[in-house]
């Protein structure tokens, strides 16, 4: 039988259980996807678990955090995408190697399209909160098609080296890095085409939290995505929309990458039109 499973801490919230196994059903495929829940205090536990995808013990891994990064020292190889990411998110063993995969980036890439807004069609200028492990994907999804990121975090020193790594991939984009109190000059002098929130502000318990300070218009014209998508409509988005912008959670892009690892383990494409009418026939709600 098939299993998969997600690799991180905390993931009891996680819903990609839910999305794999309709995904191994509309397959019609025997399988199944666990949780293997590893405390930061245990990362030791990280070599075993790869191990057992070496020895067909595990079909195919998720990564989430905080071990996007610990875990690629145990692989034989990366994805070119996961490579330039500096991340990985999916793991599989094939051709007598595990490999590193990073599907996030091309999963946000797929749910803003979702969002009508293609990334490709027309290079722009994007606001991005945060520059950890989530921000990664984002950062290379822009700069691989040629836009211009402005990115606001808490930390700037603590963030160049993020910002290093990716100018250093030759990647047709640009970006820049500010503190957050330089949002509204930035605001002033740029036409934005899209705000990212990549940080956990918004996430339930923690609703009343968000990455836009009240005080600050937002750009007209612009779409707001923010990856939490518990709650459904985070403050942040709650600001767009009565400030009259479009504005979506991150559960499309959940359920983009999940199907692009399913398909990386199984090779079995899922429609996603078929998920999404399969999805609403079940008791599951974003």
Known sequence: MIKFGLLGWPITHSRS???????????????????????????AELAA??????EGQITGLNVTIPYKQEVMPFLDALSPNAKNIGAVNTI???NGKVTGHNTDAPGFEADLANNGLELSYKPGEAVVFGAGGAARAVFYAFLNNGWQIHAFVRN?????QVVADLRGKGLPGGMKLYGL???SHTLKRNKIDVIVDTTPLGMAPHIDSSSWPSNVKFPVNCLVYDL??????????????????RASNGWGMLVEQALL????????????????????????TP
């Open 228 to 245: 939490v998508y518990n709650p459904e409509n985070t403050l942040l988005m709650k600001q767009a929309t009565a400030a009259g912008l």
């Open 156 to 160: 700037v020193e603590k963030s160049k």
């Open 49 to 54: 678990m790869i191990k057992k995808v070496r």
């Open 17 to 43: 259980p839910q999305i794999h196994s309709l995904a191994l059903k509309l397959a019609g495929l025997q399988g199944a996807y666990e949780l293997f829940p590893i405390e930061p205090e245990r990362k």
């Open 92 to 94: 599989t063993f094939k």
């Open 261 to 284: 690892s399913f398909e990386i383990w199984t090779n079995v494409k899922i429609n996603r039109a078929d998920f999404n009418a399969a999805w609403q026939q079940t008791t599951h």
């Open 181 to 183: 109190a330089d949002l």
